[in-house]
Structure formats: C-alpha cells, structure tokens
C-alpha cells in the first residue's frame, strides 16, 4: 500500500513538472510567435509606404508635367463614380 502511495506521488509530481515546463514553453512560443507577427507587419507597412510613395511622387511629376491632363482624368473619373452611384441607387426598390 505504501508502495502505491509513493508511486501515485511520483506520478503526480512528475505531472505537475511536466505541466509547469509545457507552460513556460507555451509562454515562450507565444512571446517569439508574437514577436515575429510584429516584426513581420512591420516589414510589410514599411514596403507599403514605400510603393505608396513612389506611387503619389510619380502622380505629382506627371500632373506638374501634364497639368490639363490631370485635369481631364480626373473629371472623368469623377463623372464615371457618380454615374456607378447613381446606377446602384436606382435599381434599389
């Protein structure tokens, strides 16, 4: 009987070890999990900004160069959106 006792107490104890390591992997993998997601978010914002300014830099010199025709774009592309609109609103009942 005591034999049964000390073995359930092994058991337990080991149990209790293993459950205690298995968390502080556990907190670890979500620290270094979480610490990838960020840097990598943070990679990717980087190179967003950087097309976007490249993007509105090339949109500038363009309408700098071309000013009426920046002008003419962007009428028709304001006429183009209100008509889509207006489209959309008619068919509701």
Do not use: C
């Amino acid at each position: 009987m005591e034999t049964n006792k000390n073995d359930l107490t092994t058991k337990t104890n080991s149990f209790n070890l293993d459950s205690r390591n298995k968390g502080i992997n556990t907190d670890k993998f979500l620290e270094r999990t979480a610490h990838d997601v960020g840097t990598r978010v943070g990679e990717f914002s980087s190179n967003f900004v950087d097309k976007t300014s490249g993007y509105v830099k090339s949109g500038r010199e363009y309408l700098t160069e071309n000013p009426i025709k920046g002008v003419a774009i962007a009428a028709v592309a304001g006429a183009m959106v209100g008509s889509l609109f207006t489209l959309s609103m008619r068919r509701r009942p």
